[in-house]
């Protein structure tokens, strides 16, 4: 992954759990500007990478409810974009939770991935989450070691954990 710009952010994107959805706006050029230390207070981790000089999770969303949160999935991308003031050209890369966890939730996170990472010509990466992660910030470093080799062009698939459960309508 090559920076070419000054500034450039990662995505990160989790629906992988029941009824709540997670975006991070990650800074991968270090915090050192004014509206990162701003934003600090919400999520003050930093994260070693290679090409990167450091990683800062810069802003969180995380949104709760009902089997519908993957609704909010686009709204929250541009909430974090425009409350920090960048644009999706701003963006280098993207990662997703690719599973497993609730079927149409994966699949709706897959597809705006792919989707923002061929529109804007950007790595995009899946993380299988086996080992039941509930710690976003371990997921975001399984990420980011895929991301340091993840070429344009590639796009990623759900994991489903098991065969779908598909009930006859009762017409």
């Known amino acids: 992954m090559t920076m070419k710009n000054k500034s450039k952010y990662l995505l990160f994107l989790n629906a992988s759990k029941d009824k709540e959805l997670d975006v991070f706006l990650i800074n991968a050029n270090g915090a050192s500007k004014e509206r990162d230390k701003r934003n600090l207070s919400n999520a003050n981790k930093t994260h070693k990478h290679s090409g990167v000089r450091r990683l800062h999770i810069i802003d969180k969303i995380k949104q709760e409810g009902d089997y519908k949160v993957t609704e909010y999935l686009l ?13 999706t050209a701003d963006l280098a890369g993207i990662m997703a939770v690719t599973g497993p966890g ?12 792919n989707t923002l990472a061929y529109s ?11 080992q039941g992660l509930t710690d976003n910030e ?3 470093k399984l990420g980011l070691s895929k ?8 796009y990623i698939s759900p994991f ?5 459960n598909i009930t006859k309508s009762k017409k």
């Open 75 to 87: 709204k929250s991308i541009e909430q974090i974009l425009k409350r920090n003031k960048v644009k």
């Open 102 to 113: 609730p079927f149409t939730s994966l699949r709706i996170t897959v597809a705006v991935a």
């Open 120 to 130: 804007l010509k950007i790595p995009v990466v899946g993380i299988q989450d086996k």
């Open 138 to 140: 371990k997921l975001v």
């Open 147 to 154: 991301l340091s080799t993840a070429k344009v062009g590639n």
């Open 160 to 164: 489903y954990d098991r065969e779908p």
